[in-house]
């Protein structure tokens, strides 16, 4: 039998790692590290490994790096697109697991934040499991989500009283109509989709590279911290190239506005 981790390591910081988390890495025999092309690989990579050396030491483990297929939008459909990558997606898992993990041994991939939030990496894995050929078995192993940082980090709760919370794409931000949203999380948005919701008595909380050196938090009505938001996030794509950010958009009440 083979063993698969999925191993939500949190959004950055080392020390957002569960102790169910770490005494599942000692007991993994093969760490599957998948790098991203573009700005930002060699820093994720090595935060990735920072947590192995930190945890586990140098030894008495293997590391096996693959490159994660890029999601190309060369295909008609957004959907049809997303159907594409994880195909190859899963491919991938199918080939690290035949070639590098010998039967009895176990292997983990170490998932950013955690893993039941925007990755489909327990899709993938759950599929190759049910197909295998060979006794094949996985395991999910809860992280912190960037979503708790972000509150954790502006002091926050995640809803006022009685209050229902969203959690949504940029790509919804950015389509659907500004009064559908009153509590909403929006991750994965790389188009700066807040600036739809000006003028309507909205707070932004919003946290970059949460958990990380570079962190950085702005929080206020979001008509107010609009232009330091859009400094911030410009200067953060040309000194680094990359950015990962999250917020919370909260409509204000009538007691409050
Ligand atoms: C593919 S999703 C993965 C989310 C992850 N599984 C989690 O639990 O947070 C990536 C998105 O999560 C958010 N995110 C993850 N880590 C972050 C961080 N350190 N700082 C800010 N946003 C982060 C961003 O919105 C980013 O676009």
Known sequence: MKKIYLIGVGPGNPEYLTIQAIETMKKTDVFFLLEKEGRGKEELLRLRR???????????????????????????GYEEGVLVWHDQKRALFASLIADELRDGESGAFLIWGDPSLY???????????????????????????????????????????????????????????????????????????????????????????????????????????????????????DEKGWLMDIYLLRRRKGDDA
């Open 119 to 237: 990755d489909q990496t327990v899709s993938l894995i759950a599929d190759l499991v049910a197909t295998s050929a060979e006794p094949l078995d996985f395991e999910v192993i809860p992280g912190i989500t960037s979503v708790q940082v972000l509150t954790a980090r502006h002091k926050i709760p995640l809803n006022r009283i009685g209050e229902s919370i969203t959690i949504t794409t940029g790509r919804q931000a950015e389509t659907r109509d500004p009064a559908e949203f009153h509590n909403a999380v929006v991750m994965l948005d790389y188009n700066a989709s807040f600036q739809r919701f000006t003028g309507q008595d909205m707070d932004i909380y919003w946290g970059g590279y949460l958990g990380t050196p570079d962190e950085t938090l702005v929080a206020g009505p979001l008509d107010e911290v609009l232009d330091e938001l859009r400094r911030i996030k410009a200067q953060a794509r």
């Open 50 to 76: 920072d947590i192995l050396s930190r945890y586990l030491g140098e030894d008495g483990y293997r590391v096996v790096t693959a490159t994660s297929p890029p999601r190309t939008m060369r295909e008609p």
